[in-house]
């Protein structure tokens, strides 16, 4: 069961706006730091402001701050919807019947898009095309579960794409983990190397060969399926 989120528009829905309000935060954001229920980026005197921030804005979509921090993700430094918490909205906010994928095409061919109807009208609305083609052209192949996962990530991204464009009030501009990871620049540093050195390895050229871990991002030039 998916919890009906409708963000607020009374004026007191930040706790930025009150010196009280946001007293009452840092109070709130203490109790909950010390607790072992919260995920680990929420935990301990690090984890305060953390919480100060998952506490504005659960408090802004008027839901439960614990559901905002099992579902706020913190990749490179950024708070980002994970993509079941966007499915579970698109599906739970009420505005919808019949959420359903449309994948078609195999490999490189494959592409997704989204389409549900409106409860208002009973419209059946589409969301944008997402295809693999469109990954590689955009660089996010660079993460290896695009390699791994395709049809997934396709999904994934389709169902991001339909609500930026028609729940956008519900997603408050927060992008998602995948796309943290996928937009996020390589480093590209080039290694300088001691004078008379003939030749270099992996380390030396910052190539890690060892599996690379969920939330980084890889070159990858052999896309294959």
């Not at 109070?27 to 980026?41: G, K, W, Y």
């Not at 994928?101 to 989204?114: A, I």
């Not at 589409?126 to 095309?129: C, H, I």
């Not at 290694?191 to 001691?194: G, T, Y």
């Given at each position: 069961?998916?919890?009906?989120?409708t963000?607020?528009?009374?004026?007191?829905?930040?706790?930025?706006?009150?010196?009280?309000?946001?007293?009452m935060?840092q109070?709130?954001?203490?109790?909950?730091?010390?607790?072992?229920?919260?995920?680990?980026?929420y935990?301990?005197?690090?984890g305060?402001?953390?919480c100060?921030?998952?506490?504005?804005?659960?408090?802004?979509?008027?839901?439960?701050p614990?559901?905002?921090?099992?579902?706020?993700?913190?990749?490179h430094?950024?708070?980002?919807?994970?993509?079941?918490?966007?499915?579970?909205q698109?599906?739970?906010?009420?505005?919808?019947?019949?959420?359903n994928?449309?994948?078609?095409?195999?490999?490189?061919?494959?592409?997704?898009?989204?389409t549900?109807?409106?409860?208002?009208?009973?419209?059946?609305v589409?969301?944008?095309?997402v295809?693999i083609?469109m990954?590689?052209?955009?660089?996010?192949?660079?993460?290896?579960?695009?390699?791994?996962?395709?049809?997934q990530?396709?999904?994934y991204?389709?169902?991001?794409?339909?609500?930026r464009?028609?729940?956008?009030?519900?997603?408050?501009?927060?992008?998602?983990?995948?796309e943290?990871?996928?937009?996020?620049p390589l480093?590209?540093?080039p290694?300088?190397?001691?004078t008379?050195?003939?030749?270099?390895?992996?380390?030396d050229?910052?190539i890690?060969?060892?599996?690379?871990?969920?939330?980084?991002?890889?070159?990858?030039?052999?896309?294959?399926?």
């Open positions: 069961m998916t919890t009906d989120i963000p607020t528009n009374n004026s007191e829905s930040s706790i930025y706006l009150k010196d009280s309000a946001f007293e935060a109070r709130q954001a203490r109790s909950l730091a010390a607790s072992s229920l919260v995920p680990p980026e935990q301990g005197e690090k305060m402001g953390n100060i921030v998952a506490l504005d804005i659960a408090k802004r979509m008027n839901v439960s614990l559901t905002v921090m099992q579902n706020l993700n913190i990749v430094n950024r708070p980002s919807w994970s993509s079941a918490w966007i499915i579970a698109i599906q739970g906010c009420g505005r919808f019947l019949d959420f994928y449309e994948v078609t095409g195999k490999g490189v061919d494959m592409q997704c898009y989204c549900a109807k409106r409860t208002s009208d009973k419209k059946l589409k969301g944008s095309v295809s083609k990954a590689q052209a955009e660089g996010w192949t660079r993460n290896t579960k695009w390699r791994n996962m395709p049809e990530m396709l999904k991204r389709a169902a991001t794409f339909f609500g464009q028609y729940i956008p009030d519900l997603l408050l501009g927060v992008q998602t983990s995948e943290v990871v996928d937009i996020t480093d590209v540093t290694v300088k190397l001691e008379g050195e003939l030749g270099v390895n992996e380390k050229m910052g890690d060969s060892q599996p690379v871990k969920i939330g980084k991002a890889e070159e990858d030039d052999d896309f294959n399926f």
